[in-house]
């Protein structure tokens, strides 16, 4: 079936670092992705979607790019601030029924 | 425009109640999905309901049903309740043109601890 791997947390860098947060699929056909974030306390929070191979999403200064010849959806910022510090969340979905499938989550930390 | 709305936002039940989750989605959305996170399992997918419609669902015991109203706003209901049942509610909403393409927008969720 359809899945979502995401690289293991926690993740902590230093304010102004390079951000990247690896995230695979296993699905048949072409299901659109997303990355949410998920402040503490809060419910998730969309950041960016693709919809088609090849398609970048962007938000924020983040982005990620649909790759189907590998399907990954990696997620990176060129310079992180402590509010950003949040647990990311990649995910998929297919046409028709709501459903999303989302990976095992990966926390973030930025320290000032 | 509103964004998703769930009351409550935290409950504590006792093992053998049941308990109602309400949702309200964004204004204009049809279709109405139910997630569970925990820390060992993550986010689950519960069920989605369109047109008052249960359209999909996911692998969870009969105990855990929904239902959709005319105004596309949402319940759902947990039945003798688990102490496994403790989790993280959250619904979303989607306009739902009929495609993967749809996003799913989120509520803050409705903490349920069950003792």
């Known amino acids: 079936g359809d899945s979502v791997t995401q690289m293991e947390g926690p993740v902590t860098l230093s304010e102004e670092a390079f951000l990247t947060i690896n995230c695979t699929y296993t699905a048949t056909g072409y299901p659109s992705l997303f990355w949410y974030v998920q402040y503490p306390g809060e419910g998730l929070q969309l950041l960016l979607k693709?919809?088609?191979?090849?398609d970048k999403g962007s938000n924020k200064g983040f982005e990620a790019t649909y790759r189907k010849e590998t399907t990954s959806f990696h997620l990176e910022k060129g310079s992180v601030q402590v509010s950003d510090s949040a647990v990311y969340f990649c995910?998929?979905?297919?046409?028709?029924?709501?459903?999303?499938?989302f990976g095992q989550g990966t926390e973030l930390s930025v320290k000032p | 425009k509103a964004g998703v709305t769930q009351t409550p936002r935290y409950l504590i039940k006792t093992r053998g109640q049941q308990v109602t989750l309400s949702c309200s989605p964004i204004s204009g959305h049809r279709s109405v999905s139910w997630y569970q996170q925990t820390p060992g399992q993550g986010l689950q997918f519960l069920f989605e309901?369109?047109?008052?419609?249960?359209?999909n669902k996911g692998n969870f015991p009969g105990r855990f049903s929904g239902r959709q109203f005319s105004n596309s706003r949402s319940e759902m209901n947990v039945s003798t309740l688990e102490l496994g049942d403790s989790a993280l509610y959250l619904c979303a909403s989607s306009l739902e043109t009929g495609g993967s393409t749809d996003t799913q927008y989120f509520g803050p969720g409705t903490r349920l601890t069950v003792l």
């Open positions: 309901y369109f047109s008052e419609t249960q359209r």
């Open positions: 995910a998929l979905s297919r046409a028709f029924g709501g459903k999303l499938i």
């Open positions: 693709a919809t088609k191979a090849d």
